[in-house]
């Protein structure tokens, strides 16, 4: 018979890969796998559960918030208030930063940032959305953790993974140690390794890019668009367009089969659409780690200074070689 190893199990097991290692971080995982659970549950029965649709609210980002954005946003942070280790929540769901001061928090080290449930639009219409996470340790040794100890760059994570809620529920993360893939068994209530020590192709014939706003693309993303669909059987071209509208989701499909995942810069939004803390540098450590390549454009996203928590960035995430040659191409027009 398999032998099963749950989240939990290996959460324990690997505790001695960590430099500070006195179970705080992996409490701190497993909460956040708890948590997760819960939002599964819902997001499985959303359309019986009446917690389909808008809230009727917009959050920092001005974007309307759908009941599940503020359902999940209410169940990560309820998981990591009460458990004691987390002492700052920067949430897409949240204008403010959420400072925990709690008597079970007195001594919490860590931070984490969160996108509560990714790609919510596509909730109504029963398609994969996900959720974000990533972990820093705060710097500040005295008194109250502040700004100061969010605004690090993609490098300082501790930890960083995300949570697909597809046709299975996994987990996936990383601790700077190669990457690993749970899979929920609802039979049993547990998120289960079953993709050990994953590794993303180094290359792909997979692209995944909002193609409507093509007009608005900088030459060079147009460019590299054309590239994947001019045809050329060295290569395997033209390559494959696939858009799920959920960036975990299609990040997931690069990560097991190889291609790349693209929201650039646009005229509308010179900036590019996602942010930096809570979705751009726990996807670029996860794929670096899994080793694809994470940039925006011209720089590694991990090394990007972060000014402020809901910051955006472009990104171009993925198979190395795809990302290299997505770079090449808008060098040539810089
Ligand atoms: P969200 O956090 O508000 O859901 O926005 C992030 C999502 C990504 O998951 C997805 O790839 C992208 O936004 C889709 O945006 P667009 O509809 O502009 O293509
Ligand atoms: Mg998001």
Do not use: W
Not at 94 to 111: F, G, H, L, P
Not at 146 to 153: C, P
């Amino acid at each position: 018979m398999k032998s099963i190893k749950t989240l939990g199990q290996f959460i324990i097991e690997k505790q001695a890969d960590h430099p500070y290692a006195k179970g705080e971080l992996s409490r701190l995982l497993r909460d956040i796998g708890i948590a997760a659970k819960i939002v599964n549950r819902e997001v499985n029965k959303a359309g019986l559960a009446n917690i389909l649709g808008d809230a009727g609210s917009v959050n920092i980002q001005g974007e309307g918030q759908k009941m599940l954005d503020i359902y999940a946003n209410e169940q990560f942070i309820s998981a990591l208030t009460s458990g004691g280790e987390c002492c700052i929540v920067v949430s897409e769901e949240n204008e403010d930063c959420v400072y925990i001061d709690n008597e079970v928090s007195q001594d919490a080290k860590y931070i984490v940032a969160i996108d509560p449930l990714d790609g919510s639009s596509n909730i109504d219409v029963n398609v994969s959305v996900g959720t974000i996470f990533s972990i820093y340790r705060r710097k500040s040794t005295e008194g109250r953790a502040t700004l100061e100890d969010v605004l690090q760059r993609g490098t300082d994570q501790i930890a960083a993974g995300y949570i697909i809620y597809g046709s299975s529920t996994m987990l996936v993360y990383t601790t700077g140690k190669g990457v690993n893939g749970f899979t929920l068994d609802p039979s049993i209530g547990e998120f289960c390794l079953s993709h050990p020590h994953m590794q993303m192709p180094k290359e792909g014939n997979i692209y995944s890019i909002n193609e409507g706003y093509y007009a608005h693309f900088p030459d060079g993303v147009k460019k590299y668009i054309k590239y994947c669909q001019v045809e050329d059987a060295k290569t395997h071209r033209p390559y494959t367009s696939r858009y799920t509208g959920s960036m975990v989701a299609d990040l997931h499909r690069s990560l097991v089969k190889g291609g790349i995942y693209m929201y650039p810069m646009t005229a509308h939004a010179p900036l590019g659409k996602l942010r930096l803390v809570y979705e751009c540098n726990p996807m670029a450590f996860l794929v670096e780690q899994a080793g694809g390549k994470a940039s925006n454009g011209y720089e590694r996203i991990l090394e990007l200074e972060v000014k402020e928590p809901h910051q955006r960035s472009a990104i171009f995430i993925g198979s190395e070689n795809m990302v290299n040659k997505a770079e090449e191409m808008i060098a040539c027009f810089s």
